[in-house]
T-cell receptor
Framework: GNSVTQMEGPVTLSEEAFLTINCTYTATGYPSLFWYVQYPGEGLQLLLKATKADDKGSNKGFEATYRKETTSFHLEKGSVQVSDSAVYFCALSGSARQLTFGSGTQLTVLP | EPEVTQTPSHQVTQMGQEVILRCVPISNHLYFYWYRQILGQKVEFLVSFYNNEISEKSEIFDDQFSVERPDGSNFTLKIRSTKLEDSAMYFC????????????FGPGTRLTVL
C-alpha cells in the first residue's frame, strides 16, 4: 500500500535559517504529492502540491520538487520566519483519492 | 474564501455513548472525507463519500462508524458506541472532483471519551 516517511522532529531553527524537511514515499502508480501545514489550534492547510514527476510546488517561499527517481518530495525554505512555526505534513494521493500522511514534523523558529 | 466548517470544536462523552460530529463542506464540492488524528500520531483516513454513498473506507471504519449527508449542506460522522481509543481529533475535508484537486480541511473536532 501507499506510505509516507517523514523526517522526525521536532526541528528548531533560528529566524532566517535554511529549512529542509525530508519526505519520501512508497506508492503504486503516479501519486500526487502535497505538503500541508497545521498552525496551533487550526486545521490542516494546503501549503503546496505537485501532481507529476519533476513538478515543483511553491508557496510563501516554500518549495518542494517531485522526484520520481528518489521517490522524494523534500520541503525547503531559504529563510524561515517565526510565523512559520507549525507542524508540517507530507502527504500523497493515489488513484483512490484519500490522502496518506506522514507523521508530521514540528517546526519551531526562534527570533 | 469558502471554507469547511466543523462543529463542535470539542466534544466530551462517556464511553459507550453515541456521538455525531458535523461538517459543512464547501458548497460546490462533490467528494467528502473524514480523517482522524490520535494525539501524537499520524493523520489517518477513515472514509470517503461521493454521490450519497461511501466510496472507500479504511480498516478503522468499522460497524461502529457511519456517515451521512442528511441534507444539501451537512456531512456527519456518527460513532455508535464510543470507546476510549476513539479519542482523537477528527477532520472533515472536501474536494471538487478529481484526485489531483486539493482537499480542503476543516478545523477539526476534538473528541474526548472518558
Amino acid at each position: 500500500g501507499n506510505s509516507v516517511t517523514q523526517m522526525e522532529g521536532p526541528v528548531t531553527l533560528s529566524e532566517e535559517a535554511f529549512l529542509t524537511i525530508n519526505c519520501t514515499y512508497t506508492a503504486t502508480g503516479y501519486p500526487s504529492l502535497f505538503w500541508y501545514v497545521q498552525y496551533p489550534g487550526e486545521g490542516l492547510q494546503l501549503l503546496l502540491k505537485a501532481t507529476k514527476a519533476d513538478d515543483k510546488g511553491s508557496n510563501k517561499g516554500f518549495e518542494a520538487t517531485y522526484r520520481k527517481e528518489t521517490t522524494s518530495f523534500h520541503l525547503e525554505k531559504g529563510s524561515v520566519q517565526v510565523s512559520d512555526s507549525a507542524v508540517y505534513f507530507c502527504a500523497l494521493s493515489g488513484s483512490a483519492r484519500q490522502l496518506t500522511f506522514g507523521s508530521g514534523t514540528q517546526l519551531t523558529v526562534l527570533p | 474564501e469558502p471554507e469547511v466548517t466543523q462543529t463542535p470544536s470539542h466534544q466530551v462523552t462517556q464511553m459507550g455513548q453515541e456521538v455525531i460530529l458535523r461538517c459543512v463542506p464547501i458548497s460546490n464540492h462533490l467528494y467528502f472525507y473524514w480523517y482522524r488524528q490520535i494525539l501524537g500520531q499520524k493523520v489517518e483516513f477513515l472514509v470517503s463519500f461521493y454521490n450519497n454513498e461511501i466510496s472507500e473506507k479504511s480498516e478503522i471504519f468499522d460497524d461502529q462508524f457511519s456517515v451521512e449527508r442528511p441534507d444539501g449542506s451537512n456531512f456527519t460522522l456518527k460513532i455508535r458506541s464510543t470507546k476510549l481509543e476513539d479519542s482523537a481529533m477528527y477532520f472533515c475535508a472536501s474536494t471538487r472532483q478529481t484526485s489531483t484537486d486539493t482537499q480542503y480541511f476543516g478545523p477539526g473536532t476534538r473528541l474526548t471519551v472518558l
